[in-house]
């Protein structure tokens, strides 16, 4: 049985997500049992090839739509606020209401370009000075290598502090 594939039918409007515990089974990302839309009520996954199962979290919400549409099957009613709906893809919209659903950031085309234009500035560049930068030495001698040619030898990087000599050398 092949179940209700979230990220085909919803993946354009609502973040479908893998579930956790399944995130190390090799092929994971690809099975539709392991899909998710995390909603702020609860989370909506795969229930069979029909029907799609809500587990609701908030007390209100699970009482609400248990009396605004008693159709909607329920199953293992707690104490502590949850429960599960199962419903008809059909009805999605309609428990989508309730659930709250995470969309999908929408981007236009125009807006994605004046993002790209912005980052652009802040891409890494192979030759930055942040990766062949050369160090200073505590006299101002620069070294053109990473190493220090001076005759002062520090024992681990300074971070900003004065560095540690080694007993015996003077300043």
């Not at 009520?41 to 809500?54: K, M, Q, R, V």
């Not at 609400?64 to 419903?87: T, Y």
């Not at 209401?97 to 999908?104: D, F, H, L, S, V």
Request: with cysteine; net charge positive; aromatic share 8%.
């Amino acid at each position: 049985m092949i179940p209700i594939n979230l990220k085909d039918l919803f993946g354009n409007r609502y973040r479908v997500t893998v579930d956790e515990s399944a995130d190390r089974e090799p092929g994971a990302k690809t099975d539709p049992w392991n899909f998710l839309i995390a909603c702020k009520h609860g989370t909506i996954s795969p229930y069979s090839d029909e029907l799609l199962a809500f587990h609701c979290t908030a007390r209100r919400i699970r009482t609400r739509l248990h009396r605004d549409h008693p159709r909607i099957d329920v199953q293992n009613w707690s104490d502590d606020g949850e429960a599960i709906f199962f419903f008809r893809q059909d009805q999605f919209d309609l428990v989508a209401e309730y659930a709250k659903p995470r969309r999908k950031r929408q981007i236009s085309a125009k807006e994605r370009s004046r993002l790209a234009e912005i980052g652009r500035g802040n891409h890494f560049k192979p030759n930055s000075t942040a990766i062949n930068a050369s160090k200073t030495t505590q006299d101002g001698v620069i070294s053109g290598n990473s190493t220090q040619s001076t005759d002062k030898a520090e024992i681990g990087d300074s971070g900003g502090c004065s560095p540690h000599l080694i007993a015996g050398r003077s300043a």
